[in-house]
């Protein structure tokens, strides 16, 4: 789709900016198919190196141009140390690359009328609440989708983490204080945007899931696509998730997305992704007939909420409904990333002057693997050569998403006061805790030492290490075992605890329970 098109869309401002950072770049007249074909080439041997150099187990690439699929191949293994390849139908969980997939969806319900971008949530789901009466009220698909409703960034995942499901952690919500004012600040939200995405779905009276089969993936063939995890497991070619255990790949840990389907929960092949790139790259236009109005498709990649630079290329990025829209160095571009910390990586990327677009998925994590064969590719197309090495630098970038934090957490409970100051016994703190954000949680004894439960009729369980008087220490994380966190309690004059506070559920302060009467 020409820019110019978008461009008629968008408020003054957004074009006064566009104009003012529109680098000089290549034009797609000179963006020959000998030069594309080049391009793939090299990205097939890049591709090969990453797999070959421990960049990732396994990754499949799907690049399109001109409404044709013009690569499409796997590289590596479903699993580390087993031999099946993976292939372009090999399944993967793409992530939080659902969101462009899930905006799709909703952009099929709003071409035929059943919904609005600017439907109001009360309308459509009028159970849902936020904190505040107000943004509750005027609370919209597109600010959902656009990250703007002043939701933390992880409200909801904490509750996904300890068990809850998809409607228990949509009701929650409301007991969550916003981060900023409303439409004021952006703040990514998993289940912001699962709350669009089913709410949007509702007057169909069918669920999500159902809704995105029926508009999206069965129109595309897209028949090994699916919004169910369960589904996902009944393919028997499909890429397990990997984490580095003493610095080898590992496929150690499984993940069930359901809860927040529409904005990580999808499964796709690389092949089946290429069709849907085709949708997009068309404009709405798949295979010579229109499945979705591009008035409703071209909403998803207005630059809604500033999010800053990219930063490994510096380039100026915004969200959408659903995409990353950024002005880099090669023009303009959608895409979006995905990662599961616990064995995930997928990208696209879209050109959409140049109708050109590239998927990758891998099945591993951190890496910046996609990212850095992306901007490779982008290079090799547009400038003949690669100007640096992008997967080293995405790497970089990747590592330090959870490195210093893990380093930080064993610095503070490497070694105990000296001396330490002793627990309790441990009917100081055994009892039942509660608030309305997590519910119940209990502390029993167990041994010589205590547990912690938590979630749905305590569907986690954590021991805790004594570490100095009334501070305890646990290992929440099944991705990051070593990292320690602390749980902290308040003993009143009677000797009992009457509040604990959860280290590791506390990132937007709602993490303390009050002790409840037995």
């Known amino acids: 789709m020409p820019l110019e098109r978008n461009l008629c869309h968008w408020p003054i401002w957004v074009c006064i900016a566009v104009l003012a950072l529109w680098p000089r770049v290549a034009s797609a007249d000179t963006i020959t198919p000998e030069r594309i074909a080049v391009a793939l080439s090299k990205l097939e041997v890049l591709a090969q190196g990453a797999v070959a150099d421990g960049g990732v187990p396994g990754l499949a690439i799907g690049v399109v141009h001109d409404d044709e699929v013009i690569f499409l191949k796997g590289f590596g293994h479903r699993e580390a140390g087993k031999p099946e390849a993976v292939d372009a139908d090999t399944v993967f969980q793409i992530a939080s690359l659902s ?9 099929a319900l709003v071409s035929d009328g059943i919904v609005s971008w600017d439907s109001k949530i009360a309308d459509l789901d009028p159970a849902f609440r936020l904190a505040d009466p107000y943004p509750t009220s005027q609370l919209t698909v597109r600010d959902l989708f656009s990250h703007r409703s002043g939701l933390p960034g992880t409200a ?21 204080p916003p981060s900023s004012s409303f439409r004021a600040g952006y703040s990514y939200s998993n289940f912001g945007l699962t709350e669009g995405a089913v709410a949007a779905a509702i007057p169909t009276g069918k669920p999500w899931e159902e809704i995105a089969e029926e508009k999206l993936y069965r129109p595309l063939g897209m028949a090994s696509t699916s919004s169910r995890h369960s589904d996902f497991v009944k393919h028997a070619d499909r890429a397990a998730l990997h984490v580095k255990v003493a610095g080898a790949w590992a496929a150690k840990i499984e993940r069930d997305p359901d809860a927040q389907a529409p ?48 930063p490994v290329s510096g380039g100026m990025s915004f969200y959408g ?25 997928t990208l696209v990327t879209i050109f959409p002057r140049e109708k050109l677009g590239i ?22 197309v547009f400038e003949g050569a690669v100007q640096k090495n992008w997967v080293n630098a995405w790497d970089d970038i990747y590592a330090g ?47 010589d030492g205590l547990v912690l439960k938590v979630g749905p009729a305590g569907a986690r369980s954590y021991p805790l290490t ?3 008087g009334d501070l305890f220490v646990a290992f929440p994380d099944a991705e990051m075992p070593d990292r320690p966190t602390g749980v902290s309690f308040v003993v009143g004059p009677d000797g009992k605890a009457s509040a604990i506070t959860i280290g590791f559920l506390d990132d937007n302060h709602l993490g303390t329970l009050r002790r409840v009467a037995d």
């Not at 904490?158 to 007991?175: P, S, W």
């Not at 990662?339 to 990586?345: E, L, P």
């Not at 703190?429 to 997590?438: H, I, Q, T, V």
């Open 99 to 107: 969101k462009p997939v899930s905006a799709t969806v909703v952009a």
């Open 156 to 176: 909801g995942d904490d509750l996904e983490d300890i068990g809850y499901d998809r409607a228990e952690i949509l009701h929650r919500l409301r007991f969550v």
């Open 263 to 310: 904005a990580g929960g999808v499964s796709s092949t690389a092949r089946d992704l290429s069709q849907w790139v085709r949708l997009i790259i068309g404009d709405g236009v798949y295979a010579g007939k229109t499945l979705i109005a591009a008035d409703a498709l071209d909403q998803t990649h207005v630059p809604l909420m500033a999010r800053g630079k990219n």
């Open 321 to 345: 409904l659903g995409w990353n829209v950024e002005f880099g160095r090669h023009g303009l571009s959608w895409g979006h990333a995905g990662a599961f910390s616990v064995g995930a990586r």
């Open 359 to 380: 998927v990758i998925i891998a099945n591993a994590f951190p890496t910046g693997v996609p990212e850095g064969l992306s901007d490779s590719f982008a290079d090799l």
């Open 401 to 447: 998403m959870f490195g210093p934090a893990v380093d930080a957490a064993k610095a503070t409970y490497a070694t105990p006061p000296s001396p330490a100051r002793p627990a309790r016994p441990p009917g100081a703190y055994a009892g039942r805790y509660a608030n309305d954000f997590f519910g119940d949680a209990a502390v029993a004894s167990a041994g």
């Open 466 to 468: 004594h570490f100095d």
